[in-house]
């Protein structure tokens, strides 16, 4: 594309909101609030929000091997809709990626597929702990991920083979944080036996808790960088607000701040996910510490088909798909004043990068790349999905702004309208601690 301008913006950057207009030279943005320059191309952003596009840090495209749930074309596709512009998968595939083969695998389908920017997280076994080192300092692999409890596949590890974890890796770890040993007790106590919250008690709170503990500790202890995912209990919140290492960066997910277990009657293994939704108080604590220890929203997009989750409730597979939801959903947030246009920046688009050392993005400022998405205020009823699996949660609700233009690195990848439509792809992989 050539360079283009966005005029009467309001440009929300990490820092402030600017009105103006942005100049774009494919891939980057070039100037931001006065522009000077003339331009051909020009988009009318018409008072409109326009963001840093979000960087989710937790997703699970299902590819390789899962092709059924979804794919990388797919829900890249869908995470346009979504205001995403650069995802990070998990390992939980099949075969998992706990190779640099199975990673590099990954790598190529995304390169020919992916319309949004892409890295994916290769997944520590008991096994490739020990060789994990020597491929995982790469400048695409932003992380190695560590499952302390059992969740969709068979990746796990204990808390010792975590410490050993910590001990060897140079890359940052991020961890699903809730102790296995508590959830495989509540399974055996319950196996067989439903009621509507029966999972908030099989995966309760505090396995939650002691683990993220003891993660916060190991983490303070060998100065390792942690990131813990989908944060879900007030005690937590509690937890870091009295001490948050400098090496610990915390993620909580759309669902932990739209449901409660009130929520299960209504919509059972539809909200089914791990960690559990807990109590509407544990809601309450993470609105509120969306502004202090909370540090990104992922959304931790983990599509099953619907003949899977009418499925009764031990047979059936945790996991909430939101991916194409993410920004029109927390701007639920920002119109109910819980958070401010720069908060939403921060938490889905800076924090991001500042944590893994993205390679610039995650703001909107001259010599980024331009992945940039304009806001329409809309109000509008999610009555259809776009992920392969057909459904999210969030059917029938109302959301006050919808996504307009997406643009991954210059280049108009999505344009709403009364056909919404795909345009171009042109993403790259991402880039951690470059200098
Ligand atoms: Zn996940």
Known sequence: MKPFRIVNARIVTSQAIVEGDLLIDPPYIVQVGEVHNNTDLVFDAKGNYVLPGAIDLHVHFRQPGLEHKATIETESRAALRGGVTSFIDMPNTKPETTTSRAWKEKMKVARNTSWINYAFYPGVTPQNINELPNWTEHRNIPAVKAFLARSTGDLLISMDEFEKLLKLIKVPVAVHSELDSIVMENIKKYYGKFFPDIHYYVRPPEACYKATDQVIKLSEKYGKQVHILH??????????????????????????????????????????????????????????????????????HAPHLVAEKVLPYWRSPSGIP??????????????????????????????????????????????????????????????????????????????????????????????????????????MPLEFRVS
Request: proline share 5%; net charge positive.
């Open 322 to 427: 939101s991916v194409e939801l993410l920004i029109p959903l927390l701007t639920s947030l920002v119109e109910n004043g819980i958070i401010t246009w720069t908060r939403l920046v921060q938490l889905t688009a800076t924090n991001p990068a500042r944590i893994y050392k993205i390679h610039k993005r995650g703001d909107i400022a001259e010599g980024m790349y331009a992945d940039i998405i304009v806001l329409e205020r809309s109000p509008w009823t999610v009555k259809r999905s776009f992920h392969k699996c057909g459904w999210n949660p969030y059917f029938n609700w109302t959301l006050p702004y919808k996504i307009k233009y997406a643009f991954v690195n210059g280049s108009l990848a999505y344009r709403e309208g009364d056909k919404s439509e795909w345009l171009s792809r042109n993403s």
């Open 231 to 300: 944060l879900s209990t007030k005690e937590e919140v509690e937890m870091l607000r009295g001490h948050k290492p400098e090496t610990v960066s915390i993620e909580t997910c759309p669902q932990y701040l739209f449901f409660d277990s009130q929520d299960y009657s209504r919509l059972g293994n539809w909200i089914k996910c791990n960690p559990s939704i807990k109590q509407a108080e544990d809601k309450k604590s993470l609105l509120q510490a969306l502004n202090s220890v909370i540090d990104t929203i992922g959304t931790d």
